[in-house]
């Protein structure tokens, strides 16, 4: 157990519609980094905070959003879902730019 | 923009050998990160390197980075079963913080 927590776990919406998940870091840890895990994509980095600020920002789509609130856990908003938003994100977090612990991820299925 | 190129994408390798995953990375990068997955899991952060000529060991595992050569390497002694999984390197741009990973070598030990 990594100490970060995602939910919910698995997710089934339609297209158009939006979801959010949710991250809670490890006790201490300051970063929080979303990831995208597909087959067509690979892993993908999605974007980091740091305390509550973006600090990197990857291919992240427009239609998706995050943010990390002042109890550092933080929230990533994906709306006008597509087919092709299907996949797992995870979450991980870390004291700053260090070694990274990840959450079990959350499992979207968009149909 | 940084480009990360793992090798080889698929190793089968008897238990008792030794072998080596290739990482290479297009620019210069602040940090180079390895991971861990198992099939229908999270991730798990081996290791993190941070200059050159860091090495570190865990294990079976030993990672290693050449800035320089603009390399790193993830070395298996003596492989077990247990260490069926696949492996990620991921590269830390240094000009944007964006977070790039390589496409995985999946490494499948037969007992």
């Known amino acids: 157990d990594s100490g970060v927590t995602q939910t919910p776990k698995h997710l089934i919406t339609a297209t158009g519609q939006r979801v959010t998940l949710r991250c809670s870091p490890r006790s201490g840890d300051l970063s929080v980094y979303w990831y995208q895990q597909s087959l067509d994509q690979g892993l993908q980095f999605l974007i980091q905070?740091?305390?509550?600020?973006?600090?990197a920002k990857g291919n992240i789509l427009e239609r998706f959003s995050a943010q990390q609130f002042p109890d550092l856990h933080s929230e990533l908003n994906l709306s006008s879902l597509e087919l092709g938003d299907s996949a797992l994100y995870f979450c991980?977090?870390?004291?700053?730019?260090?070694?990274?612990?990840f959450g079990p991820g959350t499992r979207l299925t968009v149909l | 923009e940084l480009k990360v190129e793992q090798n080889p994408l698929f190793l089968s390798m008897q238990e008792g050998k030794n072998y080596t995953i290739y990482c290479n990375y297009s620019?210069?990068?602040?940090?180079l990160y390895w991971y861990r997955q198992d099939p229908g899991k999270s991730l798990e952060s081996l290791f993190v390197l941070l200059s050159n000529g860091a090495v570190k060991q865990e294990g079976r595992l030993m990672a290693s980075l050449d800035t320089k050569a603009r390399l790193s390497t993830l070395h298996i002694t003596a492989a077990v079963h247990d260490l069926s999984a696949t492996y990620f390197c991921a590269g830390d741009s240094n000009r944007d913080d964006k977070i790039i990973f390589g496409k995985g070598t999946r490494l499948h030990i037969l007992p």
């Open positions: 905070y740091y305390n509550g600020e973006e600090r």
């Open positions: 620019t210069t990068s602040d940090r």
């Open positions: 991980a977090s870390s004291v700053s730019s260090g070694m990274q612990y």
